[in-house]
C-alpha cells in the first residue's frame, strides 16, 4: 500500500495527464518553432529526457526601488511538476539581447552559507555584501554578488513585492537567488534557490493553447 505522500503525487500527475487534449499537442513542424517564451500555464513540455506540466506561469516584474512603478525588464518563471519522477521544478526565462533560461534544483537555507573565512552569514549581512560586491561561500564554492533588483511577483491576479539577490559560481554554471519576500513590510520572509542555466533548444513544447 502506497504512503499518502507518494499517493497523492500519483494522483497529482495523473489528474496532469488527463488534462492533456488532443487538439492542443503541436506538430512536429511547429515543435522547430516554439521556445519556452511560447509555454503557457497547464501547457507540457520536454527537457532533459523528462516531461514537465506547468501548474504556474508568473512573472517577476522589476520596479523602482519603493515597489511604486513598474519597469520593462521581467523575468518569467513557471513551476512545474515533472510527470516521471513528482518533483516541483522552476524553469525561469528572460529576453535580454538573446533568450537565458536556468532551472531550480535545489532550495537552499542560510544555515548552508558563510563568508570567504567561515563566518556563518544570513539576512542581516545582505545589504553589506551588495555594498562590498563580496561572495558568499556554500559548500566551499565561491558564489559571488551579481545583481540585486525589485521586483513585484504577479500571479493569479495578486501582486507580491519581492527583493532579488543573485549571486554567481566562478564558472557561471550555477546561480543562488535569494527572495526576499514582504521586502517594503515590517517582517520579511526569505525563499533561497540554487539553479543551473538550460539551452532553450534542450527544451521542447508539446502543447499549447
Known sequence: ?????????FEERFDAIRSLKPEDIVSDKEKNSLTIMD???????LFNKKTYFVKQCCPYRETSEDFSKKLDYTV??????CLETGDNVNFEWEYDDELEVSFT???????????????????DDLDQIVDDSDLI???????????????????????????????????HT??????????????????IFLSEPAN??????????
Do not use: H
Not at 532553450?200 to 493553447?209: A, G, N, Q, R, W
Open 76 to 81: 518569467t518563471e513557471l513551476n512545474c511538476l
Open 39 to 45: 509555454i503557457k500555464e497547464n501547457a507540457f513540455f
Open 137 to 171: 561561500m556554500l559548500d566551499k564554492e565561491k558564489f559571488w554578488y551579481e545583481d540585486d533588483w525589485p521586483a513585484l511577483y504577479i500571479c493569479k491576479g495578486k501582486e507580491e513585492s519581492v527583493y532579488m539577490y543573485e549571486f554567481e559560481n566562478e564558472s
Open 1 to 9: 500500500m502506497l504512503d499518502p505522500a507518494t499517493s497523492k503525487s
Open 105 to 123: 534544483n535545489e532550495r537552499l537555507t542560510f544555515k548552508r552559507f558563510t563568508d570567504d573565512e567561515g563566518e556563518a552569514i544570513d539576512a
Open 200 to 209: 532553450p533548444k534542450d527544451i521542447t513544447v508539446l502543447t499549447k493553447e
Open 174 to 191: 550555477k546561480f543562488i537567488t535569494i527572495e526576499e519576500w514582504g521586502a517594503n513590510k515590517k517582517r520579511q520572509e526569505y525563499q
